[in-house]
Nanobody, 124 residues
């Protein structure tokens, strides 16, 4: 079965950190750009970061630039999202998605494989 599985979400205080993981099962991520998206209650899904197949190009939304870092370990078939200095407005369900392309974009409509999501809650 081909799937993406996110992990690492949870409850954290403002200013804290979390690292999300996106692991692929049943296929290799080598040929896929990977994006991270999030959706808060009542809001549209937001593209927050993506990484090219070799990791040489990364893109960040302004809302997370300087706080979040995306990386990938193709040997482990996993992509990571390091989130620092978290704010209450970062609270959302976070999804990773795969795009069969070397280059990534933050447009969710381009991605055709999605994980089930992991909840991130930032609250004191």
């Amino acid at each position: 079965q081909l799937q993406l599985v996110e992990s690492g979400g949870g409850l954290v205080q403002p200013g804290g950190s979390l690292r999300l993981s996106c692991a692929a099962a049943g296929f290799t991520l080598d040929y896929y750009a990977i994006g991270w998206f999030r959706q808060a209650p009542g809001k549209d899904r937001e593209g927050i970061s993506c990484i090219s197949t070799l990791g040489s190009n990364t893109v960040y939304a302004d809302s997370v630039k300087g706080r979040f870092t995306i990386s990938r370990d193709n040997a482990k078939n996993t992509v990571y999202l390091q989130m620092n200095n978290l704010k209450p407005e970062d609270t959302a369900v976070y999804y990773c998605a795969a795009l069969l392309s070397r280059i990534c974009v933050l447009s969710s409509s381009r991605y055709n494989r999605w994980g089930q999501g992991t909840q991130v809650t930032v609250s004191s």
